[in-house]
């Protein structure tokens, strides 16, 4: 755009001769202001930090020049009053009471159980596991029955233990945990 041209730049009572610049610095100084100045703010309140992922230091790259041109226009359409760092604050106390009522990633949606919990699935019940005790008059010391989360699931297994509370025998590992957690605590079929 520029040919190689030297120009001089406006003199100024402090200096007796005028300075003598090429004519695309002195254009880029006359017309600069945006690119620079939004580089400027987005420095004040970097956001840049030690990565291995690239796209991490792009993303905060990107909202930190966003949040310096959104104030460079807050201030060009007159709603200003603010500081830099003020804007800045506002922002992040926006974003973080938002969070706050913003819903949970991963957490369940659906309809809330209607009606009292099951006695299995309080945890203040104490729920403990123990030996099942033999009937008396049986020549069987140990007897085994058939564990009830199995049974559910269409398996056949039998155990030794049983939740005293419940009085519903449980293998003590997964089942018993499985019964006394879960709604729905049938063992996922097996592939």
Same mark, same amino acid.
């Given at each position: 755009?520029?040919r190689a041209e030297i120009g001089c730049t406006a003199q100024r009572r402090s200096r007796l001769t005028p300075v003598v610049k090429p004519i695309a610095v002195l254009e ?6 945006? %690119? ?57 106390? &926006? ?8 819903? %949970? ?33 049986? &020549?069987?010391?140990?007897?085994l029955r058939r564990c009830t989360v199995h049974k559910e699931s269409g398996e056949r297994k039998e155990t030794r233990y049983m939740c005293e509370v419940c009085m519903e ?23």
């Amino acid at each position: 755009m520029h040919r190689a041209e030297i120009g001089c730049t406006a003199q100024r009572r402090s200096r007796l001769t005028p300075v003598v610049k090429p004519i695309a610095v002195l254009e880029y100084t006359r017309y600069m202001g945006g %690119v620079d100045r939004s580089d400027q703010m987005s420095q004040y309140f970097s956001v840049l930090r030690k990565t291995k992922k690239w796209w991490k230091k792009l993303t905060l790259q990107l909202l930190a020049i966003l949040g310096a041109n959104t104030f460079i226009l807050w201030q060009k359409f007159g709603r200003g009053g603010f500081s830099h760092h003020d804007f800045v604050l506002s922002i992040v106390k &926006s974003l973080i009471e938002s969070a706050n009522t913003a819903p %949970v990633p991963g957490a369940k949606r659906g309809r809330k159980a209607v009606g009292p919990v099951p006695v299995r699935l309080n945890p203040s019940a104490g729920h403990f596991p123990c030996s099942i005790k033999p009937q008396p008059g049986a &020549s069987n010391m140990k007897p085994l029955r058939r564990c009830t989360v199995h049974k559910e699931s269409g398996e056949r297994k039998e155990t030794r233990y049983m939740c005293e509370v419940c009085m519903e025998p449980l293998c003590i590992e997964p089942c018993f945990k499985r019964f006394h957690t879960l709604q729905d605590y049938r063992l996922p079929a097996e592939e």
